[in-house]
Structure formats: structure tokens, C-alpha cells
């Protein structure tokens, strides 16, 4: 039985197209004008009649409409009104498709991977070592779209450069941390009616985790506290 991707890859035209996978088209080099709209008005038509493979299909458009480069004026809001897609969501996976071709896309990798790394960096070699990154951490693309933020943040001097691997460490701390607050309150129930005997015993099996909480309130709220200003005068 074939996948919704496969489908979406049967129902492509053949003119035009040298390669097709989940992650983009490849266009023939100077493809008529025409043949170029119609592929563009094809693909949205499947993105309006397909419930799912979105990425895919963003992808697919995206790659189409860089493809025209300049062509086409106010096509993009045309596209995302045929597509049933953000404006938005088109432009920037244009940008995207126009950063990293479809032979540089790492197949182990989501759309949503490449969108996070084409839009956030330019430079090729920039672009390939973040993919790299991202296909041999196997990051999930919240955690690539963490490092990337860092990472752009520390060059642009806003946070302080780490290394990879203390960021690393860093996000696998905070997963944990996600996953004790999930069960915390899913427990509820049954916390909240200890004794205070077994309070006091919760309190100090968890010093370790006390001694954190209260070491980072006390760098939020030096963060968020303004420097007072000198008034006095000279």
C-alpha cells in the first residue's frame, strides 16, 4: 500500500521534474514559463486536496517558486490563496529551498529541520554543519531551534558563547525537567495530601532540587531587576 507521500510523488507531472522526493523537487534548467506556472498551480491544487504530507508539500512549493526566482509578481500570495497556506509560511520556505538545494537536504532529517537552519543562516558551509549537527545529535527540531537561537544570539553578543557540549547537557537537563513537572502534576492528587512528616522527607530527598530552584530564581530575578541609577549630583 503506498504511503500519502508516494501518492503525492505518482501524481506529479513528468515535464519539468529531474528528481522528486519528500524533502523537494528538482526543476529542469530553463523550463518554459508556462510549464513553470502550471507545475506551481499543479502542486498547490494537491496541497488544497491532500489532508496530509504538509511538509512535503510546502517543500514542493517552495522549491517551484524559487525555481522562478523573481517571476511571477504577487504569485506567492496567489500560491498560498490556491494552497490553503500562510503567505508566510510560502515565502520563508522559498528562502529556504533557495539556501539549501535539494542535493545538499539530508534525508534523515524533516522539512521542519531545514526550515530552521535556511532561515536562520545563509552561508552554505554554516548551513551543511548545522544539519550535520542536528542529523548526528538526532535533535528534535525544538531542540535544533534552541541551539540555533543561542547560537546566533552568543555571536550577536546577546548570551555568552558555550560549548557544544555544555549546551547539550543543558537542553538534556531541561527535557528532564519538563518531564518531573509533567508527572509532578499529574500526581497532584496525591502530593498535595502528605503528611507533614512525609513532606519533611520529600524535602530533604529533594535538597539537590531545592538548592537549584533557588539558584535559578535568584539569576531570573537578577535579569529581570534594572541597575539603579545614580541621582546624586556632582
Known sequence: MQTEVEQLLAALPTAGITHATRLGLALAPRMENEDWRQLVAHVASLARTTTGARQTLTAWLGDALAYGGGRGRGLITECAEAAGLDAGTLRNAKMVCTRIPVSCRHDALS????????????????????????????????????????????????????????????????????????????????????????????????????????????????????????????
Open 111 to 234: 522539512w521542519t529541520h531545514h526550515c530552521e537552519v535556511g532561515l536562520a543562516f545563509s552561508d552554505h558551509a554554516e548551513i551543511e554543519r548545522w544539519l550535520v549537527v542536528a542529523e548526528t545529535e538526532h535533535l528534535s527540531t525544538s531542540a535544533l531551534r534552541s541551539r540555533v537561537r543561542l547560537h546566533v544570539a552568543a555571536r550577536r553578543g546577546l548570551a555568552p558563547t558555550r560549548s557544544a557540549a555544555s549546551s547539550v547537557a543543558a537542553f538534556r537537563l531541561m527535557r528532564e525537567l519538563r518531564a518531573v513537572g509533567r508527572s509532578l502534576a499529574r500526581e497532584r492528587h496525591s502530593w498535595q495530601r502528605w503528611s507533614p512528616g512525609a513532606a519533611q522527607l520529600a524535602l530533604t530527598e529533594l535538597r539537590s532540587i531545592t538548592i537549584f530552584i533557588d539558584k535559578v530564581r535568584s539569576r531570573a530575578l537578577a535579569a529581570s531587576t534594572p541597575i539603579p541609577r545614580d541621582l546624586s549630583v556632582n
